[in-house]
Structures are given as C-alpha cells and as structure tokens.
Nanobody, 117 residues
Framework: QVQLVESGGGLVQAGGSLRLSCTAS????????MGWSRQAPGKEREFVAR????????AVADSVKGRFTISRDVGKNTVYLQMSRLEPEDTAVYYC??????????WGQGTQVTVSS
C-alpha cells in the first residue's frame, strides 16, 4: 500500500502562486509516475499533470499549460506542482496520485486551493 501526504494548498488572490507537494511512502517500488488531479464543486475530477519516474517526461492539461509546472525529487519520493498566474477557475480540491504497475493507483486526501478574484 502507498500512502500520500499532500501540503501547500491555501487561499491566494488571482494572479498569485502556490506550490503543492506530495510525498509517497510505503510500497513505492512498483511506481512509475505521480501526478495531480483536481475537483471543483459540482464538477468531475479532472487531470492536471503527471510526471514519469523513468525519464521525467511530463504531461499537463491544456487548461493549465504555461501556468503550472510539475517536478519531482526522486530521493524524497516527492512530486511538486508549481502553480502560477492562478485564476478563480483553478479553485478546487487538488489530489495527488501515485501510479504503479498492476495497475494500481493510490490517491491522497486532497488539499484545497482557493483563488479569489
């Protein structure tokens, strides 16, 4: 089992920045990628970004491309989401996820990001 601990959410004004962190622990040996999804009130959870362990390739949703950057620290089993030029539409609960061969996906508890206009 993989445990995920997220941090870094909060309240920020439009145009501001936040950095989310997510650290994985437990049975992480079979993992191959980590990422972030988000869910706004009344909406379905949507993909935000992903980074692969083997080659650091990344994928970012079109809605956040150019504003959000995903990165990782392999030694710390940690993934970061640097969010810049935040917009009110970015307000959501952000969930970290860990992808492992199996396949198996683990999810964090979520961290709230609120962007005020």
């Amino acid at each position: 089992q993989v445990q995920l601990v997220e941090s870094g959410g909060g309240l920020v004004q439009a145009g501001g920045s936040l950095r989310l962190s997510c650290t994985a622990s437990g049975r992480t040996a079979s993992g191959y990628a980590m990422g972030w999804s988000r869910q706004a009130p009344g909406k379905e959870r949507e993909f935000v970004a992903r980074i692969w362990w083997s080659n650091e390739n990344t994928a970012v949703a079109d809605s956040v491309k150019g504003r959000f950057t995903i990165s990782r620290d392999v030694g710390k089993n940690t993934v970061y989401l640097q969010m810049s030029r935040l917009e009110p539409e970015d307000t959501a609960v952000y969930y970290c996820n860990f992808l492992a061969y199996g396949p198996e996906t683990s999810w964090g508890q979520g961290t709230q990001v609120t962007v005020s206009s």
